[in-house]
T-cell receptor, first 115, second 116 residues
Framework: AQKITQTQPGMFVQEKEAVTLDCTYDTSDPSYGLFWYKQPSSGEMIFLIYQGSYDQQNATEGRYSLNFQKARKSANLVISASQLGDSAMYFCAMSPVQDSYKLIFGSGTRLLVRP | DGGITQSPKYLFRKEGQNVTLSCEQNLNHDAMYWYRQDPGQGLRLIYYSQIVNDFQKGDIAEGYSVSREKKESFPLTVTSAQKNPTAFYLC???????????????FGAGSRLTVL
């Protein structure tokens, strides 16, 4: 069975500083995809970044980067130069490549950016 | 603009009543999904549909039903058999699925159901 664990229910970061949101996962699938989504207070989930389990390099998308450590089964999200608009819930998610319809989510981390 | 429209945004239901949540997409995506979100928790998959006239149960399908008669539409019915239906419901769609890793979902704004 697959499982995603986000151990930080809430975090604070000062505006313009970097922050790391933790995510660990457990799966028996040999190939899988890892995702991060952002959920503002409006409720809509917004895709941020994707990492394939066999990708050689860590994924980056603008200010977002994914620190992928396969041996440790971790996929931490790093947000550089935090902005006030980054305040939101952040969810780590995973799906097996063999059945990518079945995306499972962690419990989320609430990030608050201080001015 | 392309996207997913969910309605209603807020819905109140009396116990014992069925209620249907609407989800429409104009992204020309083949796959559609319904997720449930409870306070302080992540999303849990209720049902998903890979193509028209086909759908599969997710992890928490009991007490819910869906249909997929058109590519653009994937309504969710919360039946009276669902014992704790108060939650936030999110609909999503994707253009890819099956044996691929990068199945990125596009979400609607959600529907909040409250049972009185």
């Amino acid at each position: 069975a697959q499982k995603i664990t986000q151990t930080q229910p809430g975090m604070f970061v000062q505006e313009k500083e970097a922050v790391t949101l933790d995510c660990t996962y457990d799966t028996s699938d040999p190939s899988y995809g890892l995702f991060w989504y952002k959920q503002p207070s409006s409720g809509e989930m917004i895709f941020l970044i994707y990492q394939g389990s066999y990708d050689q390099q860590n994924a980056t998308e603008g200010r977002y980067s994914l620190n992928f450590q396969k041996a440790r089964k971790s996929a931490n999200l790093v947000i550089s130069a935090s902005q006030l608009g980054d305040s939101a819930m952040y969810f780590c998610a995973m799906s097996p490549v063999q059945d990518s319809y079945k995306l499972i989510f962690g419990s989320g981390t609430r990030l608050l950016v201080r001015p | 603009d392309g996207g997913i429209t969910q309605s209603p945004k807020y819905l109140f239901r009396k116990e014992g009543q069925n209620v249907t949540l609407s989800c429409e997409q104009n992204l020309n995506h083949d796959a559609m999904y319904w997720y449930r979100q409870d306070p302080g928790q992540g999303l849990r998959l209720i049902y998903y549909s890979q193509i028209v006239n086909d759908f599969q149960k997710g992890d928490i399908a009991e007490g819910y039903s869906v249909s997929r008669e058109k590519k653009e539409s994937f309504p969710l019915t919360v039946t009276s058999a669902q014992k704790n239906p108060t939650a936030f419901y999110l609909c999503a769609s994707s253009s890819r699925g099956g044996r691929t890793g990068a199945n990125v979902l596009t979400f609607g704004a959600g529907s909040r159901l409250t049972v009185l």
